[in-house]
């Protein structure tokens, strides 16, 4: 396998309030968890987890021009993640509260300066990477209409480009909210859309992993159904399909799985990896990653 060109990761930088909770949630009353607060975003996780394998990696988004801004950015390039992160004022960087309760979580978000990524600013952060090879966009950017622009505008540069491309769906509920439609119009004619099994539902139907991978890979040219502690299928338009199996742990927090996940997808994957090693590796992250608490890869 040969080393992958810079990867550039367009999406959202945020902080995550994670609650581990002792038990269910008690509605009206209290629930012991344990609480920490830490960098999270799906495009700042996905970036840290593909600098964690030794990847060239730049992540464009917008924080606020406030203190957990410049925190957040701060902790990425620790990791050794290349920043093209716009600072945006009049709002506050994005914040998710993150209530973790075993396999399952529940987010409330707060998008804040994310809302502002442009164009523009997209357009200048791909201009400044000349060695990049492939860009992985958030769907989260364009599942708002105040940055949809900016992910429209992200796929249709890296195509002039001739980078080769991946969406991750990013979330069940606001795909429902635009409709599978229009975001799989949205997302046409890109390499590789990564799905979790309640998404490949939604743009799919409730059809089995591989026949939705089947039926999303006329949009896309290859599609991966990651399907939790059930493993993950690959489709492609050569109507190969491969699994495989989770591993398994002891689940810590979920948060951040489907992240380091993708990060090992693409690491390998761009590094000319068959699909069955590249689930391989993105599986081995993944389990990496829910067996600790927070959504990205400890020194």
């Known amino acids: 396998?040969?080393?992958?060109?810079?990867?550039?990761?367009?999406?959202?930088?945020?902080?995550?309030?994670?609650?581990?909770?002792?038990?269910?949630?008690?509605?009206?009353?209290?629930?012991?968890?344990?609480?920490?607060?830490?960098?999270?975003?799906?495009?700042?996780?996905?970036?840290?987890?593909?600098?964690?394998?030794?990847?060239?990696?730049?992540?464009?988004?917008?924080?606020?021009?406030?203190?957990?801004?410049?925190?957040?950015?701060?902790?990425?390039?620790?990791?050794?993640?290349?920043?093209?992160?716009?600072?945006?004022?009049g709002l506050p960087t994005g914040t998710v509260i993150v209530l973790a309760d075993g396999d399952e979580r529940t987010m409330v978000s707060q998008r804040g300066a994310n809302l502002r990524l442009s164009a523009a600013h997209v357009d200048s952060a791909l201009a400044g990477v000349p060695d990049a090879g492939h860009l992985h966009l958030s769907a989260y950017t364009l599942l708002d209409p105040e940055s949809r622009g900016a992910g429209l505008r992200a796929l249709a540069a890296a195509r002039e480009r001739g980078l080769t491309t991946s969406v991750d769906a990013a979330s069940a509920a606001p795909l429902r909210r635009v409709g599978a439609a229009a975001f799989l119009s949205w997302v046409r004619e890109i390499d590789l859309l990564l799905v979790n099994a309640d998404e490949a539902t939604v743009l799919a139907g409730g059809l089995d992993p591989a026949a939705q991978g089947r039926a999303l890979s006329a949009t896309a040219r290859r599609v991966v159904v990651k399907r939790g502690a059930a493993g993950a299928v690959w489709v492609d338009r050569t109507a190969a399909v491969c699994a495989a199996p989770a591993r398994r742990v002891a689940v810590a927090d979920v948060t951040g799985a489907g992240d380091a996940f993708a990060a090992g997808l693409l690491t390998a994957w761009l590094a000319g990896a068959t699909p069955t090693a590249a689930l391989s590796r993105a599986t081995d992250l993944g389990a990496l990653a829910v067996s600790t608490v927070g959504a990205r890869p400890h020194p």
Do not use: F, H, K
């Open 1 to 89: 396998m040969t080393r992958p060109a810079r990867v550039v990761v367009v999406g959202d930088v945020l902080t995550d309030v994670v609650a581990v909770l002792s038990g269910p949630l008690v509605a009206g009353s209290d629930t012991g968890a344990e609480i920490s607060i830490g960098g999270g975003g799906q495009a700042a996780n996905t970036a840290a987890w593909i600098a964690a394998q030794r990847v060239d990696v730049t992540l464009v988004g917008a924080v606020g021009d406030d203190d957990a801004g410049r925190v957040r950015v701060a902790e990425l390039r620790q990791a050794g993640v290349d920043c093209a992160v716009d600072r945006v004022e």
